[in-house]
């Protein structure tokens, strides 16, 4: 049975969280007025936008790095259509920073042409469709699945928050000429977090010492942010959004098992560079295969 309307809105064929996302912003996103120092974090769910939004949040903050300011990475980074702490969006002093899961297409207009800074966060899918089976199951707002196989179903015919990756992915890659954007591979952030947050802060034109770098680094690692309430998102799943259950963490592991699963999908063993994004990518395994993953 479907119950994908129960949980899901439609804006414009893009699916997003029905309780949570912000209609009055969402109807009103063409007219949003952007600064020329304005950052968005943009990605597909479940590919590193968390992670990002502390990166940004060390960055600028010098409260958030050496911890003398107990702000969440939620309010320093807000998600732009799920203003879930009702933040005044527009008004907020700059530089203002956004998360947002936004396809390009319902991007506000004048983004577009716009001195404006995107870090847009891809993730290979294998990994988005396990850590988004584990998330759906958890949140009481997403629907659960009972099986990995049927969440797959639902997530190459795009019933759900996001719709589809190959179309959110491609559609930003496609029209990149039309935004000041970078490119981050959430697996390139994990092989070298130091590098990326170099990439990152010279792209944001943010010129930091030796030592803040270090101290961005520390911070930012997986293993660390889970003990770190403000970056963490434990609460806010907990007290905000509501779980079905006491078990996992909004941050599990973050792991990359691209090389686990690839020898199981028909794919390479490297992720695909974006000009080659197809539904081609990901190729649904058999029942039998799917047994065979381990959901770490």
């Not at 949040?57 to 879930?84: A, C, M, Q």
């Not at 009481?140 to 759900?160: H, P, Q, R, Y």
């Not at 034109?205 to 930012?220: C, G, M, P, W």
Request: contains cysteine.
């Amino acid at each position: 049975m479907d119950n994908s309307r129960k949980y899901l809105l439609n804006f414009k064929g893009c699916n997003f969280e029905r309780t949570l996302v912000d209609m009055k912003i969402l109807e009103k996103l063409d007219d949003f007025e952007i600064r020329d120092d304005d950052v968005f974090v943009i990605t597909y769910p479940k590919s590193g936008t968390v992670w990002t939004q502390q990166i940004l949040s060390l960055i600028y903050f010098e409260g958030h790095r050496n911890r003398t300011e107990k702000w969440d990475t939620l309010d320093r980074v807000p998600f732009l259509e799920y203003n879930i702490r009702n933040v005044d969006i527009e008004n907020r002093p700059s530089p203002r920073l956004f998360a947002s899961h936004l396809p390009y297409y319902l991007a506000p207009k004048s983004l577009k042409n716009n001195k404006a800074k995107i870090i847009y966060v891809y993730r290979n899918p294998k990994d988005v469709l396990i850590s988004f089976f584990h998330f759906s199951n958890m949140v009481v707002k997403l629907e659960a699945s009972n099986t990995l196989e049927n969440f797959m179903e639902k997530f190459l015919d795009g019933k759900v928050m996001g719709s589809l990756w190959f179309d959110h992915i491609r559609g930003w890659y496609e029209h990149k000429n039309d935004f000041n954007i970078l490119f981050m591979m959430y697996e390139d952030m994990k092989k070298d977090l130091r590098s990326s947050i170099l990439k990152i802060s010279s792209f944001l034109e943010k010129d930091l010492s030796e030592e803040e770098v270090d101290a961005i680094v520390r911070q930012a690692t997986f293993e660390n942010m889970k003990f770190i309430p403000q970056a963490n998102y434990n609460s806010i799943l907990s007290n905000e959004i509501g779980t079905r259950h006491n078990e996992g963490a909004f941050l599990r592991k973050g792991a990359v098992l691209w090389f686990t699963v690839a020898k199981l999908l028909t794919v390479p063993l490297s992720p695909c560079p974006l000009g080659e994004i197809s539904r081609a990518s990901i190729v649904p395994p058999s029942y039998t295969e799917i047994s065979k993953i381990k959901l770490i």
